[in-house]
Structures are given as C-alpha cells and as structure tokens.
C-alpha cells in the first residue's frame, strides 16, 4: 500500500508479557518516528529513526521499552514485562526529506 | 523544553458556525508548525503547516497564521460542517523542516451539530 502500515491493530496481553509492534514506513521514507497516545499524557514522542544514524531515544519511557528499524525500513518497537500503564495506542509515523509526517493508523494495546 | 498549549474542548459547534481553536508554543529558534486532525476511528493527517513567520497554512477551509510574536498558531474555519467533527491536535517540529520529531498540544474534540 501507499500509506504507513502497522500491526497487529489491536493487541490484547496480559501484564508481564513482552509485546512486538510492527510498522512498515512508506517506501523512500528515511526517517520514521513512534509516538504513544494516551488518554492521561497525550501524545508523546518515544523514539526517531534517520537514516543510518544513530536513533534518538529519548522519548522512551523506560528500558523495557526497545526499538529497532531493520535495513533502514521496517521498525519494530517491543515492550518488555508489560504494565497496565503502558496500554495506549502506539502510532507510527514515516517522513521523507524536509516533507510532513505520514502516519499509520496505530495499535491499540491493551493489557490486562 | 518545547511545548505546546492549545484550547481544551470539548468544543461543539452548530452547522456553518465560525471554529476557532487556540494554540500557543513554546520552542527554541524557529519551529514548523502543524494543525494534525484525527477522525473517529482513523489515524492522524495533517491538515496544514507554515514553516517561517506570518506563513499562512490552509486546506480544506481551514487557516492558520504563524505569528512569531505572539507565539501562536490559532486555527480557524468560517463556516463547519458535520463532517469536521474530530479531534484536532496542534504540534511543531524544530529545526524548520519536518525531518524531526512533533511535539503535541493535548488535542481538541470537535463536534459539529447539524
């Protein structure tokens, strides 16, 4: 597709697991960024890929939370040891050179 | 750190009302500024943008002027219509371009009576 694509739309686990959330940017796009939305905090700004650089991590909230972004494409951020604070709704967003953010239409998780 | 301070809703509005929406900023330098929607159940667009002082966006009957001076980003729709109900989130980017991360306003709902 044309757009910013993420999965699973909606994911359901029980605290303590360890959740994957997937995003494939829109192709040609070098930067890609995950936000978290919540109903308390807003949406907040966890983690931006660029390139090759190295990626700015200073949104995530803590060290249970992880990214990745494999040959400069897909992304995956993990959870690990989920809590009930993290259920939210993660989007991810992709943008070419000195263009607008694209972003994808998000994963609800919930945890129980 | 940068920050962003927009109108708390909810706001409701009849059918061809005049809509605006508060934003105010907080940044270092001179940031690009965005007016993102989100309609139920859909993820975010990007509605408009300016990118240097007094830049006007627009799209869709919306506007909003970048005033440097008053750090503000206020958005405005003279007439609305059902269809734009939604929550509309006002955000910036620094470094002038869009190759950085957004920061977001707390968002605003909008619901338009027919």
């Known amino acids: 597709g044309a757009g910013v694509s993420q999965s699973p739309s909606n994911k359901v686990t029980e605290k303590g697991k360890d959740v994957e959330l997937r995003c494939d940017p829109i192709?040609?796009?070098?930067?890609l960024y995950w936000y978290r939305q919540s109903l308390g905090q807003g949406l907040e700004f966890l983690i931006y890929?660029?390139?090759?650089?190295?990626?700015?991590k200073s949104g995530l909230p803590s060290d249970r939370f992880s990214a990745e972004r494999t040959g400069g494409s897909v992304s995956t951020l993990t959870i690990q040891r989920t809590q009930q604070e993290d259920s939210a709704v993660y989007l991810c967003a992709s943008s070419g050179n000195n263009q607008p953010q694209h972003f994808g239409d998000g994963t609800r998780l919930s945890i129980l | 750190g940068d920050s962003v301070t927009q109108m708390e809703g909810p706001v409701t509005l009849s059918e061809e009302a005049f809509l605006t929406i508060n934003c105010t900023y907080t940044a270092t330098g001179y940031p690009s500024l965005f007016w993102y929607v989100q309609y139920p159940g859909e993820g975010l667009q990007l509605l408009l943008k300016a990118t240097k002082a007094d830049d006007k966006g627009s799209n869709k009957g919306f506007e909003a002027t970048y005033r440097k001076e008053t750090t503000s980003f206020h958005l405005e729709k003279g007439s609305v219509q059902v269809s734009d109900s939604a929550v509309y989130f006002c955000a910036l980017s620094r470094s002038g371009g869009s190759n950085y991360k957004l920061t977001f306003g707390k968002g605003t709902l909008l619901t338009v009576n027919p």
């Open positions: 192709s040609g796009h070098t930067a």
């Open positions: 890929f660029q390139g090759n650089s190295a990626p700015d």
